[in-house]
């Protein structure tokens, strides 16, 4: 369990870490850390850079793709996410909930020009950004109050924070059917997001749509790419991949 919490403690922002700050951040001390890497690089999941720190090996690579080989309706999709990553010049990504965040699986777009590198697996929270929030839209009664209940505990000072826009947002996505976040994550980033609804096999899924703040226009976003992503998800929804969202009222979308 503590070599699976080492693994954790890897982002796109932080892909390389010393004895020092995991045995820090796990609250462990320095040998046992040591024994715990050690076994992580016999295995093939650690390995050391020149300067003496760990950083995640590619053979951990291996342990994602069961999980993207599941998913092969993101390869649908591809269709109408370049399409919207052309029409707004953004990144366009496929998000699935898992505990309490979610998943990036599927991504397309312009990553060049973009804060970050938007890739497969990438994680975010639930409470605080536009995926996550179209995501909780799809959960309903007891279920979405034990799931609220839980981030509050997990995360009580962000959660306070963040509260009312999420609240917003999940209203918004289930009478709209879209939410936007203006940096609630990432400061750099716009980002729109709208429920899709959920797979055979029981995930969840929202499609985003990300900005550099920079040139993103509050008016255009909720006016013309906000509504234009709730279409986008109508129109996926027609493919039959999906469950609709409780709350969709046209049953010529339900199975």
């Given at each position: ?30 040998a ?13 999941y ?23 080989a ?8 591809m ?17 699935v ?33 536009a ?5 909780l ?49 990432r ?22 749509c ?6 993103a ?39």
């Open positions: 369990m503590r070599g699976l919490e080492i693994l954790a403690l890897y982002s796109d922002q932080e892909d390389r870490l010393s004895n020092a700050e995991i045995a820090r951040r796990l609250g462990l001390n320095k046992t850390v040591s024994r715990l890497c050690k076994t992580l690089m016999h295995v093939g650690l390995r050391r850079d020149p300067k003496g720190n760990f950083r995640l090996a590619p053979r951990i690579l291996s342990l994602s793709y069961p999980v993207l599941a998913t092969r309706w993101r390869h649908e999709l269709g109408h996410m370049r399409e919207l990553a052309e029409m707004s010049t953004g990144n366009v990504t496929l998000a909930m898992s505990d309490d965040q979610f998943v990036q699986v599927q991504t397309t777009g312009d990553p060049v020009s973009f804060p970050h590198t938007p890739e497969p697996g990438i994680t975010g929270p639930l409470h605080r950004s995926s996550g929030r179209a995501l839209s799809l959960l309903d009664g007891q279920e979405l109050y034990d799931k609220l209940a839980e981030l509050r505990l997990r995360f009580p000072q962000e959660f306070e924070t963040h509260a009312d826009l999420t609240a917003a947002s999940i209203a918004r996505c289930r009478k709209e059917g879209f939410c936007a976040s203006y940096g609630d994550w400061p750099n980033i716009v980002a729109i997001s709208t429920p899709l609804g959920e797979t055979e096999d029981g995930l969840r899924v929202a499609l985003s990300g900005l550099p703040r920079f040139r226009r509050e008016h255009v976003v909720e006016n013309d790419l906000g509504p234009r992503m709730a279409e986008a998800a109508r129109s996926i929804r027609m493919m039959g991949i999906f469950k609709p969202p409780f709350y969709i009222a046209d049953k010529s979308l339900r199975p």
